[in-house]
């Protein structure tokens, strides 16, 4: 059975709550449930007062589906006002684990509208316009639609739920309480959405319970891409029988074969974008190449692409990149100047939710992938060389110590560029406080020698 939509909003809540707050009426006086509320009333004085965390907390709480929301929203209230301003701060007070409780089933249940709604082209007789049918657990629509409108501002669109119904036409957003039944069909971005999910997903690494744990069952008839599920677990299972059955020495003898192919240069035509020398381009969107002046006294080498820089094929577009460009700026080096690249030439990530989270390469996948940076490095022939991080520092050196220990030292490509070795801008973005102030002040530091150096050498 649809839910229903309720009976009056977060607004009218609000409105009703205010007088009776201010006269002092108690929580137990009240009953929201079969009584209905107070009509709205002059402002609330201003002696009484609601912290903003607060608020949020009650817009929130009043998209959960359960009747009893509007009572606690109420004696949450009134204890903070007139009895401890600091209540949100006891997690062990019942009242409050439950407000908290729900707080989290709702922002939940927004992540989950925003990742599984997929709209499908429809013909309205004005152009092309979108449907998507979406069921969510609580009374999110309102609060999750804005999402939608940033995503997707030029589309008309409309979102039906059991709830209401949110419809953008490019200038305004509408909501109609009135809910519409969903759907059905397809259309030619069902054939994307499968495509796309099988190119994402790692089946030798499927763990079907936390699969479902982040894509409940319950949204797999609205989704696309759910139709590919069953063989995709099929598939990671022969895949692990399959790995399980090798034995070592089959396994040895794969890796010496892998080895000894590294040294031999590549064929005629063959670049970053066809390798095939480790597994990282089978999820990966592009091979991200180095970019910048190609007779560049300063070359700049990172460790791997992150999740923008796959997307857009350019290194150090994403967070890190604009780290990188404040430190450069700070230094005295104009970005177009220098050339840019990385260690790893494809994005080697592991989902977490909707995200793709990096994750770091290993030995065999930078010596795989090492030729296409001694290419870069005998094309561009800088005077100097700045490793950022230890994967870098590994790629160009072969060194396994730490940053900390080869920062300052005097160290040396085969090609005879000196190579300096500092702090990565990821670096930076992980610490806090004092930390990532020092780290950002050494980037700069040695940003700013190697740019002298090069300078010197030119």
């Given amino acids: 059975m649809m839910p229903s939509a309720p009976a009056f909003s977060f607004e009218d809540w609000r409105a009703a709550a205010r007088p009776m707050l201010a006269a002092g009426m108690k929580a137990d006086g009240i009953n929201w449930e079969t009584a209905p509320p107070p009509p709205a009333a002059p402002a609330i004085p201003a002696e009484v ?47 409050v684990a439950n407000a908290l409780s729900m707080d989290r089933a709702i922002r939940r249940d927004c992540h989950k509208m925003h990742a599984f709604v997929r709209f499908r082209e429809i013909d309205d007789g004005s152009g092309a316009a979108y449907f998507a049918w979406f069921e969510p657990a609580h009374e999110i629509l309102r609060k999750g639609a804005d999402f939608f409108v940033q995503r997707f501002p030029n589309m008309c669109w409309t979102i039906a739920t059991p709830d209401g119904t949110a419809v953008w036409d490019r200038t305004s957003l509408r909501f109609l309480d009135s809910p519409r039944e969903g759907k059905s069909g397809t259309d ?32 797999w008839r609205n989704l696309p891409e759910a139709a590919e599920i069953g063989a995709l677990i099929r598939g990671g299972a022969a895949d692990f029988a399959s790995r ?34 480790c597994d990282l381009w089978r999820h990966a969107t ?4 180095g970019r910048g002046a190609r007779a560049a006294a300063l070359m700049l080498v990172g460790e791997q692409p992150g999740d923008e820089e796959d997307l857009r094929g350019e290194p150090f577009v994403g967070p890190a990149g604009k780290v990188l460009d404040g430190a450069l700026a700070a230094a005295g080096i104009e970005r177009h100047a220098v050339f840019i690249t990385n260690a790893v030439k494809h994005f080697k990530w ?3 939710g909707k995200r793709r989270l990096h994750k770091k390469p290993d030995v065999r996948e930078i ?62 973005l992980r610490a806090e406080g004092e930390q990532a102030d020092e780290l950002r002040a050494a980037l700069i530091h040695d940003l700013a020698l190697a740019r002298e150096t090069a300078e010197r050498n030119r």
Avoid at 79 to 86: C, L, S
Avoid at 251 to 259: E, F, I, Y
């Fill in 367 to 428: 010596d795989a992938c090492n030729i296409w940076l001694e290419l870069e490095i005998d094309s561009v022939k800088p005077g100097i060389i700045v490793a950022l991080g230890a994967t870098a520092l590994r790629a160009l050196l072969g060194a396994t110590e730490s940053i900390k220990a080869l920062r300052g030292r005097p160290l040396f490509h085969r090609s005879g560029a000196p190579v300096l070795a500092t702090y990565h801008p990821s670096a930076i």
């Fill in 350 to 352: 592991e989902p977490r």
């Fill in 49 to 95: 007062r609601l912290p903003r965390a607060l608020m949020r907390l009650l817009e929130n709480l009043s998209c959960f589906r359960h009747p009893g929301r509007w009572e606690l929203m109420y004696r949450l209230a009134y204890r903070i006002h007139f009895e401890n301003p600091r209540l949100l701060e006891d997690a062990a007070d019942p009242d």
């Fill in 286 to 289: 592009q091979a991200v190449e």
């Fill in 188 to 219: 030619a971005f069902d054939e994307l959405w499968r495509t796309y999910y099988r190119s994402i997903c790692n089946t030798a690494r499927i763990n079907p319970a936390a699969m479902q744990r982040e894509m409940p069952q319950r949204y």
């Fill in 244 to 277: 399980h059955r090798e034995s070592d020495e089959t396994r040895n003898s794969l890796t010496r074969a892998v080895k000894r192919s590294l040294p031999n240069p590549p064929p005629p035509g063959e670049g970053p974008q066809s390798c095939r020398r």
